[in-house]
């Protein structure tokens, strides 16, 4: 019973990692996202881009599973609470975010992904970037399916490949962007893991 709670047991130091990044996520998506979305009339940029960085980040520097998933579940609903919107369509979303950051986490933790180096672990980070913002849009769909109907919802498929694809490159580039900037985090920060 030990063992299988231990992924649980969070130190002082990742519960202060976590709070530090969910707080860098929700305030430039609060702050931040608007500003871009207007300039480049592109929806959800700062969420992907800053969101898969500090998910690499958190992941690599706490070298555990779960903290990703809690990030992302804590900017996710702070983001909704703060923007205080009782539509269904806003949780909905978030709960995308949510489920991104796990599917995130489930990946970057799997036992195979430990014994790859360099290149092949590069691309294989690109990869699950890759899957976990695209399955952003999954909650997003099923609300769409349910609230349109099965032959609207088939008009509507053209502007969810649309979201499919620039979520699943916002994301492969906020986790580019996190290669660049990790080795100066790890170059000045003490290694977290326990």
């Known amino acids: 019973m030990e063992k299988s709670r231990k992924w649980l047991n969070l130190s002082t130091k990742?519960?202060?990692l976590v709070s530090v990044l969910s707080s860098v996520w929700i305030v430039s998506q609060i702050y931040?996202?608007?500003v871009i979305s207007q300039i480049t009339q592109v929806h959800g940029v700062i969420q992907h881009l800053v969101g898969w960085l500090l998910m690499l980040i958190l992941a690599e520097l706490t070298g555990k599973f779960g903290r990703v998933s809690i990030m992302a579940a804590v900017a996710a609903l702070a983001t909704r609470v703060i923007r205080r919107s009782a539509l269904l369509y806003i949780w909905v979303i978030g709960l995308g975010y949510a489920?991104?950051?796990l599917v995130f986490d489930l990946l970057f933790f799997v036992p195979f992904?430990?014994?790859l180096r360099g290149k092949n672990r590069n691309a294989y980070l690109l990869t699950i970037?890759?899957?976990?913002?695209a399955v952003v849009l999954v909650p997003y769909l099923f609300f769409k399916l349910y609230t349109l109907g099965i032959y609207t919802f088939i008009a509507f498929t053209p502007e969810c490949v649309y979201s499919l694809v620039k979520d699943?490159?916002?994301s492969f580039l906020g986790t580019l962007i996190g290669f660049s900037v990790l080795p100066q985090i790890k170059a000045w920060s003490t290694r977290i893991r326990v």
């Open 113 to 115: 992904a430990n014994n």
């Open 14 to 16: 990742e519960i202060a």
């Open 32 to 34: 931040l996202g608007p």
């Open 168 to 170: 699943s490159i916002l």
């Open 129 to 133: 970037s890759v899957l976990s913002g």
């Open 99 to 101: 489920l991104g950051g």
